[in-house]
């Protein structure tokens, strides 16, 4: 899905990249403008600012409202408004740093760009595009997967 995120989401903003959504984070960016950017380019609104909320309501553009900070309960609600998937798939994910697609890569094409110790454990790689960010499923992989499998428990309450 096509999403543009106020500047109180960044961290929201880089999970629904990782889950796979074109999201436009506008940080600094004034309402006014926030709003003809989610009509002019068809993406849903993202907002944790009730008056943004309304706003964009009034002008018939397509908007959700935040409602909760934890980040379990923000994607299980998402999930459940828009039934998006809440499982990582890196052939679709996107860069959570710059929003480009990453794409897989063979070791040696990166193994000068990363420590020792990554290289001597990992073997699948990823990369942006466009930033060039390098992604593997390290230690964080674990915490990402259990944040995921808890708001999929949220989701069925
Ligand atoms: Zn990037």
């Known amino acids: 899905m096509k999403f543009v995120t106020d500047g109180m989401l960044g961290k929201l903003t880089r999970w629904l990249r990782m889950l796979g959504h074109n999201v436009k ?3 600094n960016l004034d309402d ?3 709003i003809k950017i989610a009509k002019s380019e068809k993406r849903t609104l993202l907002t944790r600012d009730a008056d943004l909320y309304q706003q964009a309501t ?8 935040i409602e ?3 980040k379990v309960e923000c994607l299980a609600s998402l999930s459940k408004r828009f039934g998006l998937k809440l ?3 890196p052939d679709i994910s996107r860069c959570p740093k710059c929003n480009a697609k990453i794409k897989q890569v063979k070791k040696p094409e990166v193994s000068q760009k990363i420590l020792p110790s990554t290289k001597a454990h990992y073997e699948e790689f990823w990369q942006c595009g466009r930033c060039g960010k ?3 499923q390290g230690a964080h992989w ?3 997967s259990e944040t995921l499998r808890k708001a999929e428990r949220v989701m069925q309450e």
Do not use: L
């Open 32 to 34: 006014k403008t926030i």
């Open 68 to 70: 909760r900070k934890d």
């Open 134 to 136: 390098i992604y593997w």
């Open 58 to 65: 009034n002008q018939h553009a397509s908007t959700f409202f």
């Open 142 to 144: 674990k915490r990402i």
């Open 87 to 89: 499982e990582i798939n």
């Open 25 to 27: 984070y506008a940080k």
